[in-house]
């Protein structure tokens, strides 16, 4: 049975992550244009995932209050939540973790290292290559969550219960990292070197951590069969 997932779309030119994520999930995805205060009116879903963007988690700005409201009842009905990016500081933002810019930007394939005890990336070299690019970082884990990736750039990967956040990109394809890049505002020489590292090799390198996206949809599976066998009703339905 096909999973049905609340894509929270917080893009606010919203095609790459509709193309990249309808790729890269195999699920029905339901999507919602969060920027423009789009969001479920019901949390019957199986899972929400939250997307990048060019916005911090932390501005005053009347769509982001309102999906991390929706996200935090989400959150306590027992949804799974997956967050990449602006999702992943998002998620930590509203379990009570600290969001804060940093001193340089991260961006381009980079190697991120995780320790190999978390779900979400079983089949994952220890060692593996992503794409970045954030200006923002997770300074410091909600409480009772456990980092399970990192780089010199700091937390790429938290889980908290059923909520799973990554700082880095899984679900770009050159086209993004390519468009994202050019949009940049930083210096020439820093755009052209992270332009010439988008190669074949790397991001056929970079699609190894792809498979976290089937690693989270088996979760799920995982979980309501779990529900199921412990005949407890999936928190999903209630609305």
């Not at 991120?112 to 794409?131: K, R």
């Not at 052209?192 to 951590?209: H, S």
């Amino acid at each position: 049975m096909s999973l049905r997932i609340a894509l929270l779309n917080a893009a606010h030119d919203g095609e790459d992550n509709r193309r990249n994520f309808r790729r890269e999930l195999d699920a029905d995805l339901v999507e919602y244009d969060v920027t423009e205060r789009d969001l479920p009116d019901s949390f019957a879903f199986d899972a929400c995932v939250v997307t990048g963007s060019r916005a911090s988690a932390y501005w005053d700005e009347e769509w982001i209050t309102a999906l991390e409201a929706w996200v935090r009842h989400a959150i306590d009905r027992g949804l799974p939540a997956l967050g990449v990016c602006f999702g992943h500081q998002l998620l930590a933002q509203t379990l009570d973790g600290r969001v804060e810019p940093m001193d340089e930007y991260e961006i381009g394939y980079r190697t991120i290292e995780h320790d190999g005890g978390n779900p979400l990336l079983d089949g994952v070299s220890e060692s593996f290559t992503a794409f970045t690019t954030h200006s923002d970082h997770v300074a410091e884990l909600p409480p009772g969550a456990e980092q399970f990736a990192e780089n010199d750039y700091g937390v790429h990967g938290f889980r908290k219960g059923d909520v799973f956040a990554v700082q880095f990109h899984p679900e770009y394809d050159p086209e993004t990292a390519e468009s994202v890049t050019k949009g940049k505002d930083l210096p020439d020489e820093r755009i052209q070197g992270v332009l010439d590292g988008i190669t074949e090799e790397n991001y056929r390198a970079a699609c190894d951590v792809k498979r976290l996206f089937e690693n989270f949809t088996d979760y799920v599976r995982m979980q309501q069969s779990a529900d199921t066998d412990g005949q407890r009703a999936p928190a999903a339905a209630d609305d």
